[in-house]
């Protein structure tokens, strides 16, 4: 028989793998564990904390994973610092569009927090979200022209893309749906937009993670410190996974199957919402 704490620890398991089974593919990891946690045993909601934790693992799998980009990257913007004619190379405005892109989301994060942690988290919003933004990626993977790559990507295409990635805010859009369907509007390939979206999330993500570990500590949460370390760890292993098979998928096909289960997922969260079967809140 599995123990009340036993239980514990494998939901957190549990929540930790779908979090790095849905953290960068286009269907929104925090609508996916918001949903994950009314279905389990204990019910409710593990908790924006939980969630903004566990994605440290998953972008702790992107710094391993990009790890020569990122570093190429930092050494020319920290050149670019000392010599600003070299600002101009495209690894040193990759790193300032970076920064420049984390600026919607962090400030609204900031701004809206209170909203975030409580309305924001209601299945059906999150339902709707998944549904409204699944028919956007759609569009865009259809109508984009993808022919630009990342060295073609400017400041005002940096902006609206950090404008794209705080829609994510919202669970059920997708930081990495919103910013590919952004980029694939704007005519970059399917690659580079996921590239991007990968790339962009990193200074978001882990500041948002410690916020959270260091606002939580010490406070009670809906799951305790030990299972959430496990979740984290277990999104690591999994997101590593995931990036590596994304990746490669992206070379020969479309969004298409991605559009799809968004429809299906949010269509069933309202059916199951509308029997009473899950609570909105």
């Known amino acids: 028989m599995i123990t009340t704490d036993g239980a514990r620890w494998l939901e957190a398991a549990f929540l930790g793998l779908v979090q790095g089974l849905t953290e960068f593919l286009p269907v929104s990891s925090s609508a996916h564990v918001r949903i994950a946690g009314a279905l389990l045993p204990s019910g409710g909601d593990p908790g924006a904390a939980f969630t903004a934790i566990t994605q440290i693992g998953t972008e702790a799998a992107v710094l391993l994973y990009f790890r020569r980009d990122i570093w190429r990257i930092a050494v020319a913007w920290c050149g670019a610092l000392a010599r600003p004619r070299a600002a101009s190379s495209p690894d040193a405005r990759l790193g300032w569009l970076i920064l420049l892109g984390t600026l919607p989301i962090a400030l609204l994060g900031l701004a809206l927090k209170h909203q975030i942690e409580g309305n924001l988290r209601d299945l059906h919003v999150t339902a709707t979200m998944l549904i409204g933004f699944g028919l956007v990626l759609g569009l ?17 295409h940096g902006l609206l893309l950090g404008l794209a990635q705080a829609l994510a805010l919202v669970p ?16 970059y390939t399917r690659e580079a937009a996921a590239r991007y979206s990968f790339l962009l999330a990193i200074p978001a993500v882990l500041a948002s993670g ?13 799951i305790d410190a030990g299972p959430t370390l496990l979740a ?21 096909r479309s969004f298409l199957p991605f559009v799809v289960y968004r429809l299906a997922v949010g269509a069933t969260v309202l059916a199951l919402l509308a029997s009473g079967t899950i609570a909105a809140r």
């Open 210 to 222: 410690v916020f959270e570990l260091a606002d939580s500590w010490g406070k009670a949460n809906p």
């Open 232 to 252: 984290t760890v277990i999104a690591f292993i999994v997101g590593y996974g995931v990036i590596v098979a994304f990746l490669r998928l992206l070379r020969t």
């Open 172 to 187: 059920g859009v997708s930081r990495s749906g919103g910013t590919i369907s952004a980029a694939l509007l704007l005519g």
């Open 140 to 156: 865009a993977d259809r109508l984009g022209a993808r022919r630009r790559s990342l060295e073609r990507l400017g400041w005002r």
